[in-house]
């Protein structure tokens, strides 16, 4: 697919039946990071020994039980993961590092995978807060940050929220900054209308909806593709494990969010890696952008490779991310 254009394919673009979800939720401007570390209480959590296979639930202030993974040991990689997905994709990856001698730590977003389906925060500030909640909770220092997607959105916001004192790099893997829909600030965004068809997918017959944004998420609808059933089928036990409140709300988070400022503050190594025939979050409107607004940010992209690109082309992603890990 080429920049020009229309993604998120055909399953975003038909009308489905808005069907029993009330109206949409506006997100809410959040306090400055400062104010709320001061006023609220430290996250708790509760997690099993630790080995190479631990999982455990950290406990945020608000309440929200939030689902990590935490394998191996060495230097600490933590991924976030896309829409709307859960820790499990990243396990292609988390298996190859920890093989190469690291330790991977990866969360289940608020309302995806086993996390818990709470009502509120479901906001980049809320997902940012709960990536420190479990970054602090067990004491990660000199991590390499990696987020696919809206998890790349996840990222930047950490970075813009919390800073860089427990980050030693960070990687935007076909990533949705620095904002996803059209403005007058940002004319080369995509129209609401695009976000409206993803909304009304996820609030009529989701499982559906997701079994058709599979297909353009691997990039199974190009003549020369060859995406295993497996791979479809995964994505879309993955996104029936999200609340169906939570996916909602996500799109608003993962489309109107502009994380401009927040990628003026990264101080540290950054990868910006993206395919160009991603069809969910366009190359051009989302990496080439960020790559400018990151000082010294190395970037490489991947000719005809989709969005799902750490599983369509995962040999060579893993590659690239453990070289940069090194470097």
Not at 91 to 113: E, T
Not at 214 to 241: E, H, K
């Amino acid at each position: 697919m080429t920049d020009t254009q229309t993604p998120l394919g055909e399953a975003a673009r038909r009308p489905l039946l808005l069907g029993g979800l009330g109206a949409a939720t506006a997100m809410t401007a959040a306090e400055p990071a400062a104010a709320q570390t001061a006023a609220r209480p430290p996250a708790t959590t509760t997690h099993a020994p630790r080995g190479n296979g631990t999982t455990g639930m950290v406990t945020t202030p608000d309440g929200a039980q939030i689902h990590y993974k935490d394998w191996g040991t060495g230097p600490v990689v933590t991924f976030s993961h896309g829409w709307p997905l859960n820790a499990d994709a990243w396990d292609a990856q988390m298996l190859f590092l920890v093989r190469s001698g690291y330790r991977c730590v990866a969360v289940d977003r608020r309302g995806h995978g086993r996390s818990s389906q709470v009502s509120t925060r479901n906001d980049m500030d809320g997902y940012a807060d709960d990536l420190a909640a479990v970054i602090d909770a067990l004491n990660l220092r000199d991590a390499t940050l990696v987020g696919h997607s809206t998890g790349g959105g996840e990222v930047a916001r950490y970075i813009g929220r919390h800073g860089t004192r427990r980050v030693k790099k960070a990687v935007l893997v076909a990533a949705v900054p620095p904002i996803m829909l059209r403005t007058s600030a940002n004319p080369e965004g995509l129209p609401m209308e695009v976000f409206d068809a993803i909304r009304a997918g996820v609030a009529g017959n989701r499982s559906q909806f997701y079994r058709e944004l599979a297909v353009a998420f691997y990039g199974a609808n190009r003549p020369d593709a060859s995406v295993p059933q497996g791979t479809l089928d995964q994505f879309w036990l993955w996104s029936m494990q999200a609340g169906a409140l939570n996916a909602y709300e996500c799109v608003k988070a993962f489309s109107e969010t502009d994380f401009s400022e927040d990628l003026r503050k990264f101080d540290v190594p950054t990868l910006v890696l993206h395919g160009e025939d991603d069809q969910i979050v366009p190359v051009r409107e989302s990496a080439r952008k960020s790559a400018r607004l990151i000082r010294g940010a190395t970037e490489i992209y991947y000719p005809g490779a989709p969005h799902g690109l750490t599983a369509t082309h995962q040999d060579r992603f893993n590659a690239d991310l453990l070289a940069f890990i090194r470097a």
